[in-house]
């Protein structure tokens, strides 16, 4: 009788410690469950590569635990941000060029939405998603609005957070979190989703320190996928925003670094370029609607200069074409972040100031 018992409760320990092996199962990267955001693209072995500022993957599972499959390209550090129900979880590093298995613990174990976001914008190589371990994947809720963010450093978070590198230490990226940028805060308030297209130091007609010589504006690279001179990659991914938002003239009325060759702010030549940019978004998106953001790092004459030149576009398009292009002028100058940009404090603060407005585009 002892042995058949003991047989009988060793039987029943290896169906268990099975059972548990099957509590969790691998879901590939194109399954349908899965909703991509931003600039990315599908890379060797089934992977997402998430490529742009707040490019993001985000799912609903089941279970109290899961396993993330991921990997950087970047030879240097990289940086990637969970949400877990929506709520920050934290920005983290990700070395090396092996797919890296994390495991996460989750408080709700019948259903819980996980968010993956790069933290770093497209320079910065990509963040790959090799997929998941989880007790089952469920449906996501879709979102009421699409919105566009285009920019410059600002949008891209760059120098907001110096959580884990201190201002001015380490490598440029070690400070952006593109997440916490006024563009996913406003999305996240808005119910909406978001693609980020931001460069850091890029301009309308030139950069914070070249006059279009050496580097490539954003209408140069808006049209390509890593927003790059490389043009064999084109950005044609299937989003139909119900609003684009631009914020571009910090770097165009820049003084650049004082050492580079700076010539006065061309008004007429940032106004032109601007309006055929803004063309390019009406082709690329007939139906959208445009919004039009002033600098939030500038104060006096830089920031009236900024509104004016602005207000021009808008008389062009109203005049010529009856579309009726949205303005948002910042009434303070944000800069307590790293090198005079926003924190992560302050961008908060933005998305704040520009709910009401864009609350007004979307008819909420």
Request: proline fraction near 4%; include cysteine; glycine fraction near 6%.
């Amino acid at each position: 009788m002892f042995k058949i018992g003991l047989s009988f409760i060793i039987l029943i320990m290896l169906f268990s410690c099975e059972e548990a092996k099957l509590e969790m199962l691998k879901f590939q990267t194109s399954n349908d469950l899965f909703k991509y955001s931003g600039r990315h693209e599908i890379v060797a072995d089934d992977a997402i590569g998430l490529i742009g500022s707040a490019a993001s993957v985000e799912f609903n599972v089941k279970g109290d635990s899961i396993n993330l499959y991921l990997q950087t390209e970047s030879t240097n550090r990289n940086y990637y941000v969970i949400t877990v129900n929506d709520v920050y979880n934290n920005r983290y590093t990700i070395e090396g060029d092996s797919i890296q298995q994390i495991a996460l613990k989750l408080p709700n174990p019948e259903q819980n939405k996980i968010g993956i976001y790069k933290a770093t914008e497209a320079y910065m190589d990509k963040i790959i998603f090799h997929g998941i371990d989880a007790e089952a994947l469920l449906p996501v809720e879709e979102k009421s609005f699409k919105i566009e963010f285009i920019g410059d450093s600002i949008t891209c978070g760059a120098l907001c957070d110096d959580s884990g590198i201190p201002c001015n230490e380490g490598d440029y990226q070690d400070q952006h979190n593109a997440y916490l940028a006024y563009g996913p805060q406003l999305a996240l308030q808005l119910n909406a989703r978001f693609l980020v297209s931001s460069v850091s130091g890029i301009g309308m007609y030139r950069n914070w320190n070249d006059e279009n010589s050496e580097e490539a504006i954003m209408p140069d690279v808006y049209g390509n996928l890593y927003l790059n001179k490389d043009n064999s990659k084109p950005f044609n991914l299937n989003f139909k925003p119900d609003v684009v938002s631009i914020c571009l003239g910090t770097n165009d009325l820049s003084d650049g670094d004082g050492v580079k060759e700076r010539l006065p702010f061309n008004a007429e030549t940032y106004i032109n370029n601007y309006i055929k940019f803004v063309e390019t978004i009406y082709k690329r998106y007939p139906e959208t609607k445009v919004a039009l953001l002033s600098s939030p790092m500038f104060i006096g004459e830089k920031q009236r200069l900024l509104v004016a030149c602005l207000k021009q576009v808008q008389t062009h398009f109203k005049t010529q074409s009856d579309k009726d292009i949205a303005l948002f002028q910042f009434e303070h100058i944000y800069s307590n972040g790293c090198n005079a940009h926003p924190s992560a404090e302050e961008q908060k603060t933005m998305a704040n100031a520009l709910e009401p407005f864009f609350k007004s585009l979307l008819t909420i």
